[in-house]
């Protein structure tokens, strides 16, 4: 939160494009028929973490001590054309089969790419959801579920072609989740 004048701007504007999407995801999860979340949504929301919690390490020890699903770190670039915003999503403990606690975006905030970037985060967070679920030893629907609508966010992403790095290593991560969960052994 450091920032000043059009970077605040910029950074203010995507926190609120977050926490927007927070309530759709959870207005979708909703109507979900025949599956509560009501347990993982409940504290849904955005918070700033303090900026001692920016680098790997400091983030590992603030979601220790403040359990979160999620932490979000990164910079927007306004004078970059399209502007860019570059953010780590830290998922800690809820990795599951990721290589990194941590998840980069280095994403356009552009209108054509708004879509591509709510995706994304939602994949992301879908995914962050499913393993608090399994953490939680929710019952295998609700977990069934998230993983569902994550592995849908990861095939929009991959039919636009959006430039996402992290793609394969998630939709690797929402395969083996689903294996576990079935009792499926998968291979290397």
């Known amino acids: 939160d450091g920032a000043e ?12 494009i977050i926490r927007g999407r927070l309530r759709t ?7 979900v028929p025949g599956v509560t979340f009501d347990p993982l949504l409940a504290h849904l929301d955005v918070f700033s973490a ?14 220790k001590a403040h359990p979160s699903l999620e932490l979000l770190s990164g910079a927007v670039f306004p004078n970059e054309k399209p502007p860019i915003a570059k953010t780590h999503v830290f998922l ?7 290589a990194s606690p941590s998840v980069l975006f280095s994403l356009p905030i552009t209108a054509d790419a708004y879509e591509a970037n ?6 992301v967070t879908l995914y962050a959801l499913a393993m608090e679920a399994r953490r939680q030893h929710l019952p295998n629907d609700v977990v069934t579920a998230l993983l569902a609508r994550a592995f849908d966010h990861a095939t929009n ?7 996402f790095a992290a793609l394969p290593q998630l939709q690797e991560a929402i ?14």
Request: glycine share 10%; proline share 6%.
């Open 50 to 63: 303090p900026e001692t919690a920016l680098d790997l390490e400091g983030m590992s020890a603030y979601w």
């Open 92 to 98: 800690g403990e809820l990795r599951g089969a990721l």
């Open 157 to 163: 992403l991959k039919e636009k072609s959006v430039p």
């Open 175 to 188: 395969a083996t989740a689903q294996a576990e969960l079935h009792g499926v052994a998968r291979g290397p």
């Open 5 to 16: 004048g059009p970077q605040q701007e910029k950074f203010n504007e995507f926190r609120s």
């Open 118 to 123: 709510v995706d994304g985060y939602s994949l």
């Open 25 to 31: 995801l959870v207005s979708e999860l909703q109507s």
